[in-house]
Nanobody
Framework: QVQLVESGGGLVQAGGSLRLSCAAS????????MGWYRQAPGKQRELVAH???????NYADSVKGRFTISRDNAKNTVYLQMNSLKAEDTAVYYC???????????WGQGTQVTVSS
């Protein structure tokens, strides 16, 4: 089992920045990949950004050029730097980890991000 704890959410004005953190209870080297998802009210959960064990990243089109995913292996932490925030970025953001075994997936409890226009 892996526990994921997100932090860093909050209320910010449009155009502002936030950095989300996801701390894992054990080494993220044991994860095949980690990512951030978000879910806005009335909408399905969607992938925001993803980083593999090898360091490859991918982003949703809606956040490309504004968000950056990174990781600190020594701290077992993955980050999501969010710049130029828009009202449509308002959602609960969830950290996700995919284990090495197929079908092994872990989720954090989520952190609320609210962007006021």
């Amino acid at each position: 089992q892996v526990q994921l704890v997100e932090s860093g959410g909050g209320l910010v004005q449009a155009g502002g920045s936030l950095r989300l953190s996801c701390a894992a209870s054990r080494s993220i080297f044991s994860m095949n990949a980690m990512g951030w998802y978000r879910q806005a009210p009335g909408k399905q959960r969607e992938l925001v950004a993803h980083i593999t064990m090898g360091g490859s990243t991918n982003y949703a089109d809606s956040v490309k050029g504004r968000f950056t995913i990174s990781r600190d292996n020594a701290k077992n932490t993955v980050y999501l730097q969010m710049n130029s925030l828009k009202a449509e970025d308002t959602a609960v953001y969830y950290c996700n980890a995919a284990g090495l075994l197929p079908g092994t997936v872990y989720w954090g409890q989520g952190t609320q991000v609210t962007v006021s226009s």
